[in-house]
């Protein structure tokens, strides 16, 4: 019989006094899960207080049934992903007639309280929730690599970038308008040179003027802290972040997720790793994770980007809500609350939150305080503007905070493109849902060699131009599905991110080329005299359309110290158009491939 003093505990964890749990700690978990508004099991197992090991064994022993810890199989007929989320498998081979269990949460109360029918049966067996899902990641590995690249290209092709790599001629189709471009640009005539740059500059100012009208339209936003929400319980919070060769952040990745200010026991962390990895991976055994961590190693397979990582651990997320972190990210700590009050606070169809992007080691050199400026114009600015427009709005490649049912529903991300991120954001605007920014702050590392800064932005590039594929190959059907005037908006958006970093250079540099010429107050003809002042024009509205929201950034962060970095901006645009060159090369002989930007190797920091 109970002591007095834990005669008032809950069943899910009253079980483990007869097997030496102290009353100390059993009462401690269920202050925790008051305090938190959940279940004692889940508070103990959060906090430490007894091992999942542990817990499931003594109920294994409490229920008369095995603790499985050996390796069997599922049943043939067995549904992956289906199998994780029910946490119920039934067992093939001698134990045919047999099931595993791996209960958490509500099912966790319907085996104490049919325990004694189990033990009857002897057809169940129970198991640690992460050793039924290592089962199920080695026997479903087929389904899981097909499922993490292929659903959404079988499901739904329209929205994906893949296709078959020697299909050059596709590539060559959607490609081609660039193509005929810039062979009127360098080897036509007069007349179809002029026509050329009256169509790229068009464009250009079409995307000009929708980012000063996004600074026009943008609110002071003021970043705030979160305040508490809800009360109890917190929703389940799910948190993916896929690491590859990053042992040198893997300890600072740990520590500001675990610094996050949300109950334990509603949180999961799910670190994706590529198999094969073994350097990170020792680093974070090293760490010693909290309890609520989990480490899912991606299985070889093609294509070897990030989406597909984060469709790996997509079926084994638990969450109501899902962020996604880049492994050198410094979240806000109070992120994941800012995130819930602004879902709470936004209309319905509301699927995702950008929060705002920084850079912490801004001081590092020219590249970084450019960056830095960069990611100040963008996410402080620009993107709030686009919101206030109703625009859809390409997605940064962290800190996206989800609905985890619409991530779901728009088949999570594609593991084809390498700005998933982007494309995951005019995705949700085409299935009908919003994407708004968070008034919360990510830091980032930002790469401080050219080399890095390069593959980075190559890889950047290479992803626009599949978006730019993937959304206007059907013009018609974005316009049926986004309306008019955000369809123009989506074109006029990517066609700047893809075209603008290629060109614009060129158009900026032939302007002053024919200034130099004295063709600006004497052209030689008419057709030159129309190129001198429409490329003025565009040059012009151009230099606006950098400078506003970049000094609007820079006061909006607080970056005046490097505010002078602004004069260099030339040949910050100079290194973008190589990386949009070697983009270009990419697309037509790597296209899927990842490059990789390495971390860890900031010397400053900002101030948080």
Not at 355 to 361: G, Q, S
Request: a neutral charge; one cysteine or more.
């Amino acid at each position: 019989m109970l002591d007095r003093p834990l005669a008032g505990l809950a069943p899910d964890i009253a079980f483990l006094a007869a097997f030496g749990v102290s009353a100390a700690t059993l009462l401690n978990a269920q202050h925790l899960a008051a305090h938190e508004g959940v279940y004692a099991h889940e508070a103990g197992l959060a906090h430490g207080l007894f091992s999942d090991d542990d817990y499931y064994r003594f109920l294994a022993d409490h229920c008369g049934v095995p603790f499985c810890t050996s390796q069997v199989a599922f049943s043939d007929a067995s549904q992956y992903p289906k199998i994780l989320r029910d946490g119920i498998g039934r067992l093939a081979g001698m134990f045919a007639q047999g099931w595993l269990l791996a209960p958490r949460g509500q099912a966790l109360f319907f085996v104490l309280a049919n325990a004694a029918a189990m033990r009857q049966t002897g057809r169940f067996a129970i198991a640690t929730p992460r050793h039924f899902s290592a089962l199920a990641q080695h026997q479903f590995r087929p389904e899981m690599l097909d499922q993490a690249s292929h659903d959404l290209p079988r499901l739904h092709p329209e929205y994906s970038a893949h296709y078959p790599v020697k299909d050059n001629a596709r590539r060559l189709l959607q490609t081609l308008p660039g193509i005929v471009i810039a062979f009127a640009l360098v080897f036509a005539s007069a007349q179809a040179a002029a026509m050329a740059y009256t169509i790229l500059g068009s464009l250009f100012l079409g995307a000009m003027w929708l980012r000063l009208s996004a600074c026009i339209a943008t609110p002071e936003r003021h970043f705030q802290a979160g305040a508490p929400v809800r009360g109890s319980p917190m929703p389940r919070y799910s948190i993916l972040v896929a690491m590859k060769d990053e042992a040198d952040v893997a300890a600072r990745l740990v520590s500001a997720l675990a610094a996050l200010d949300y109950p334990k026991s509603r949180l999961q962390v799910i670190l994706i790793l590529e198999e094969g990895d073994h350097a990170t991976l020792a680093a974070l055994n090293h760490l010693g994770l909290p309890p609520y961590f989990e480490i899912l190693q991606a299985p070889f397979g093609q294509p070897r980007t990030k989406p597909r990582a984060l469709n790996m651990a997509l079926p084994q997320v638990q969450g109501e809500f899902l962020v996604v972190f880049d492994a050198e990210d410094l979240p806000h700590p109070m992120q994941l609350r800012a995130a819930l009050q602004a879902f709470e606070r936004a209309p319905r169809r509301t699927a995702c939150l950008q929060a705002h992007l920084a850079i912490e080691n801004h001081s590092d050199s020219w590249l970084t305080q450019l960056f830095a400026i960069e990611y100040a114009a963008l996410f402080d600015v620009i993107n709030p503007g686009l919101c206030q427009l109703g625009m859809p709005l390409p997605l940064g490649g962290s800190s996206n905070h989800f609905k985890v049912e619409a991530l779901r529903e728009t088949m999570g991300w594609d593991a084809w493109n390498v700005t998933e991120d982007a494309d995951l954001g005019l995705r949700f605007a085409r299935f009908g849902y919003d994407v708004e920014t968070l008034a919360s702050t990510t830091y980032e590392e930002a790469p401080v060699r050219l080399r890095a800064w390069l593959n980075q932005r190559a890889r950047w590039q290479k992803g626009w131009m599949q978006t730019a594929n993937v959304h206007l190959s059907r013009p018609w059907a974005l316009v049926r599905q986004l309306g008019l005037a955000r369809a123009t908006g989506v074109s006029l958006m990517l066609a700047g991110m893809v075209l603008g970093p290629l060109l614009g250079p060129i158009l900026f540099f032939h302007m002053l080329y024919r200034v130099a010429l004295g063709q600006f107050l004497n052209p030689p003809s008419v057709i030159a005299a129309w190129l001198v002042a429409f490329n003025s024009l565009v040059a012009i509205c151009g230099t606006f359309a950098v400078l506003v929201p970049a000094m609007l950034g820079i006061r909006r962060r607080r970056l005046g110290a490097i505010a002078a970095a602004v004069l260099l901006l030339p040949a910050y645009y100079l290194v973008g158009m190589a990386a949009a060159l070697l983009a270009f090369w990419d697309y037509f002989v790597t296209p899927f491939h990842w490059r990789k930007t390495a971390h860890g190797l900031a010397r400053g920091r900002a101030a948080q």
